[in-house]
């Protein structure tokens, strides 16, 4: 598939222009302009990018790319030795941010749902990012569904505020989406489940009688792009494997 192809059916599919953004979504380093191999995991780091150039894949798809708001944009140290990989290999980085997070079927949140058998009911937030919805199980409390996580995620999640609080309306947001707590709050949640955790989420927690639970910001987003390299694996001509690299945070 040419590269212009894929750019064009992965915005097409991920519906990137209603989505406004930190970062530049889509093609961020242009590559050669046949596209056969793809390598996809979660963050363009260097070991991922020396994962793509030593297995001779032609492009590299990722949630988290490059050139974000605010960063400096002077290409030195860390980002030169990156993108020296990728254009040394000719190699293309194709990201998604938001608009992976968002979509309704392949997205974070909608793959972190199928996994872990949640029925969502609806959204909220800014740009309706965030999910909210029913435990498949009645009855579940907090540290239940801390413990589904666990075994799900492997990886064991930070609980802040009561764990014996029965769960009937489960709120949730991939990644670093602590800020939604209050939102998720006010949209009707037993519990909120994001990424990562600010020193003030444990205070709303216990002050609200809304626990929290911290999974993992890689954690919570590995499945988004997974469920897009098993969806371009359907097409003609192309290849894309998924590749985990470990984060603790």
Same mark, same amino acid.
């Given at each position: /598939?040419?590269?212009?192809?894929?750019?064009?059916?992965?915005?097409?599919?991920?519906?990137?222009?209603?989505?406004?953004?930190?970062?530049?979504?889509?093609?961020?380093?242009?590559?050669?302009?046949?596209?056969?191999?793809?390598?996809?995991?979660?963050?363009?780091?260097?070991?991922?990018?020396?994962?793509?150039?030593?297995?001779?894949?032609?492009?590299?798809?990722?949630?988290?790319?490059?050139?974000?708001?605010?960063?400096? @944009?002077?290409?030195?140290?860390?980002?030169?030795?990156?993108?020296?990989?990728?254009?040394?290999?000719?190699?293309?980085?194709? +990201?998604?941010?938001?608009?992976?997070?968002?979509?309704?079927?392949?997205?974070?949140?909608?793959?972190? +749902?199928?996994? /872990? +058998?949640?029925?969502?009911?609806?959204?909220? @937030?800014?740009?309706?990012?965030?999910?909210?919805? /029913?435990?498949?199980?009645?009855?579940?409390?907090?540290?239940?569904?801390?413990?589904?996580?666990?075994?799900?995620?492997?990886?064991?999640?930070?609980?802040?505020?009561?764990?014996?609080?029965?769960?009937?309306?489960?709120?949730?947001?991939?990644?670093?989406?602590?800020?939604?707590?209050?939102?998720?709050? +006010?949209?009707?949640?037993?519990?909120?489940?994001?990424?990562?955790?600010?020193?003030?989420?444990?205070?709303?927690?216990?002050?609200?009688?809304?626990?929290?639970?911290?999974?993992?910001?890689?954690?919570?987003?590995?499945?988004?792009?997974?469920?897009?390299?098993?969806?371009?694996?359907?097409?003609? @001509?192309?290849?894309?494997?998924?590749?985990?690299?470990?984060?603790?945070?």
């Amino acid at each position: /598939m040419r590269l212009e192809e894929l750019c064009q059916h992965l915005n097409n599919l991920l519906e990137v222009t209603r989505w406004h953004d930190y970062c530049p979504n889509g093609l961020q380093v242009e590559g050669r302009i046949e596209v056969q191999r793809i390598l996809c995991g979660v963050t363009a780091s260097q070991a991922l990018v020396d994962a793509a150039a030593a297995g001779g894949y032609d492009a590299l798809l990722v949630h988290h790319g490059y050139f974000w708001r605010g960063e400096d @944009g002077r290409i030195t140290g860390i980002r030169r030795r990156r993108l020296g990989v990728l254009l040394g290999h000719d190699i293309s980085l194709l +990201a998604y941010h938001l608009p992976l997070d968002g979509h309704p079927v392949l997205g974070n949140n909608a793959q972190l +749902a199928r996994h /872990m +058998a949640w029925e969502s009911e609806g959204r909220f @937030g800014d740009q309706d990012i965030g999910w909210i919805g /029913m435990p498949q199980e009645t009855g579940l409390k907090a540290r239940d569904i801390a413990a589904n996580l666990a075994a799900r995620l492997g990886r064991v999640p930070l609980l802040a505020g009561d764990g014996e609080r029965v769960v009937s309306r489960v709120a949730w947001c991939s990644g670093g989406a602590q800020g939604l707590f209050e939102q998720a709050i +006010a949209a009707g949640a037993d519990l909120y489940i994001s990424g990562e955790i600010s020193e003030q989420t444990t205070h709303l927690a216990q002050e609200s009688g809304v626990p929290y639970l911290c999974a993992g910001h890689h954690a919570t987003e590995r499945y988004g792009v997974q469920a897009l390299a098993h969806h371009l694996n359907d097409k003609p @001509g192309l290849t894309a494997d998924f590749l985990d690299l470990p984060n603790p945070v």
